[in-house]
């Protein structure tokens, strides 16, 4: 006769654990910090506060900019007159200056990006003599500050009679050291040594790789140095100050400020509403930014996420 061994689950005691209920573990509860809570808060104003105000002043005359309290409507907003006036002073030319920063911007920004994905595909994945020294160098160039080169630019495009154009413009913003920089480090991770390899064995030449499979993988990185170039060279304003003397040709930064300029000294052309035309005038500059950023942020993002972990 063959004597059973009551097991683990048949066991009275066994039969109570599992008829007991079983309390979900709480997750853990955040802490929240008063200090940084009010830290953050002030943050946030300190970058929206001046975009209320602009949005705010945009509303206004001349008089009310100076007559109202700065953060609230004055008794008639006038933002769509105002608008109205913008495109309209001085025979349109700020349309012609919107123009001229979206295709500077736009230029710089594909040609710069382009750039920058083959130098940087090629520094990850290629080696030769002095690679090392030449990624320090652009490393180096990174700490260069834009304006020590302006004027030697300058002379440069004197001498090749590139001055008062667009190219005096783009050329120069199509040089992106931190976006060479960037898309080396995105290339590593992104574009395997592996896929690569299996091309050449199919027959493919470098260049098609790069075109074919590389451009393909590194498109979230192009998209970053894309909006980084792009806000750059639509905000630059020291360069085409230098590099334009025809007013058709000024992009919106230089434009704006030879409006306030007039709008100081009362100069040739001065309108009464001129200061806020200015006003105006940088609410819509800025709109364009806002848009792009808005559309490309997941790519943006993508690309400043990728290559920052190594596995």
Same mark, same amino acid.
């Given at each position: 006769?063959?004597?059973?061994?009551?097991?683990?689950?048949?066991?009275?005691?066994?039969?109570?654990?599992?008829?007991?209920?079983?309390?979900?573990?709480?997750?853990?509860?955040?802490?929240?910090?008063?200090?940084?809570?009010?830290?953050?808060?002030?943050?946030?104003?300190?970058?929206?506060?001046?975009?209320?105000?602009?949005?705010?002043?945009?509303?206004?005359?001349? #008089?009310?900019?100076?007559?109202?309290?700065?953060?609230?409507?004055?008794? %008639?907003? #006038?933002?769509?007159?105002?608008?109205? %006036?913008?495109?309209? #002073?001085?025979?349109?030319?700020?349309?012609?200056?919107?123009?001229?920063?979206?295709? =500077?911007?736009?230029?710089?920004?594909? /040609?710069?990006?382009?750039?920058?994905?083959?130098?940087?595909?090629?520094?990850?994945?290629?080696?030769?003599?002095?690679?090392? %020294?030449?990624?320090?160098?652009?490393?180096?160039?990174?700490?260069?500050?834009?304006? %020590?080169?302006?004027?030697?630019?300058?002379?440069?495009?004197?001498?090749?009679?590139?001055?008062?154009?667009?190219?005096?413009?783009?050329?120069?913003?199509?040089?992106?050291?931190? @976006?060479? =920089?960037?898309?080396?480090?995105?290339?590593?991770?992104?574009?395997?040594?592996?896929?690569?390899?299996?091309?050449?064995?199919?027959?493919?030449?470098?260049?098609?790789?790069?075109?074919? !499979? @590389?451009?393909?993988?590194?498109?979230?990185?192009?998209?970053?140095?894309?909006?980084?170039?792009?806000?750059?060279?639509?905000?630059? =304003?020291?360069?085409?100050?230098?590099?334009?003397?025809?007013?058709?040709? =000024?992009?919106?930064?230089?434009?704006?400020?030879?409006?306030?300029?007039?709008?100081?000294?009362?100069?040739? /052309?001065?309108?009464?509403?001129?200061?806020?035309?200015?006003?105006?005038?940088?609410? !819509?500059?800025?709109?364009?930014?806002?848009?792009?950023?808005?559309?490309?942020?997941?790519?943006?993002?993508?690309?400043?996420?990728? @290559?920052?972990?190594?596995?």
């Amino acid at each position: 006769m063959t004597t059973v061994t009551p097991t683990a689950s048949t066991t009275p005691a066994a039969k109570r654990v599992d008829a007991e209920p079983r309390v979900p573990r709480r997750s853990p509860t955040r802490r929240r910090s008063t200090p940084l809570t009010i830290a953050m808060l002030a943050v946030l104003a300190y970058f929206l506060l001046p975009l209320f105000w602009l949005l705010i002043a945009s509303t206004k005359s001349t #008089q009310d900019l100076f007559n109202s309290f700065g953060l609230w409507f004055s008794h %008639a907003p #006038q933002l769509l007159s105002n608008v109205k %006036a913008t495109f309209t #002073q001085d025979d349109g030319v700020f349309g012609r200056w919107l123009l001229n920063t979206v295709l =500077y911007a736009g230029a710089s920004a594909l /040609g710069a990006a382009l750039l920058a994905a083959a130098a940087g595909y090629g520094f990850a994945k290629y080696r030769f003599r002095g690679h090392g %020294a030449a990624f320090n160098l652009v490393l180096g160039a990174i700490m260069i500050p834009t304006t %020590a080169l302006a004027i030697p630019t300058y002379l440069l495009f004197a001498k090749a009679g590139l001055v008062n154009t667009p190219w005096a413009v783009i050329l120069p913003s199509l040089i992106s050291p931190f @976006g060479l =920089y960037l898309m080396r480090i995105y290339a590593e991770d992104a574009v395997p040594d592996s896929l690569i390899e299996a091309a050449r064995m199919d027959g493919a030449g470098e260049f098609r790789i790069f075109c074919t !499979i @590389g451009l393909r993988l590194l498109a979230p990185g192009l998209v970053t140095v894309i909006l980084f170039t792009l806000v750059a060279t639509w905000n630059n =304003y020291f360069l085409p100050l230098i590099m334009l003397n025809d007013p058709n040709l =000024y992009p919106i930064t230089v434009g704006l400020s030879s409006w306030a300029a007039q709008a100081q000294n009362g100069g040739a /052309g001065a309108s009464s509403d001129m200061l806020a035309l200015v006003v105006t005038g940088s609410l !819509i500059s800025i709109i364009p930014l806002v848009l792009a950023f808005l559309l490309l942020q997941r790519y943006w993002q993508s690309g400043l996420a990728t @290559g920052s972990v190594k596995q």
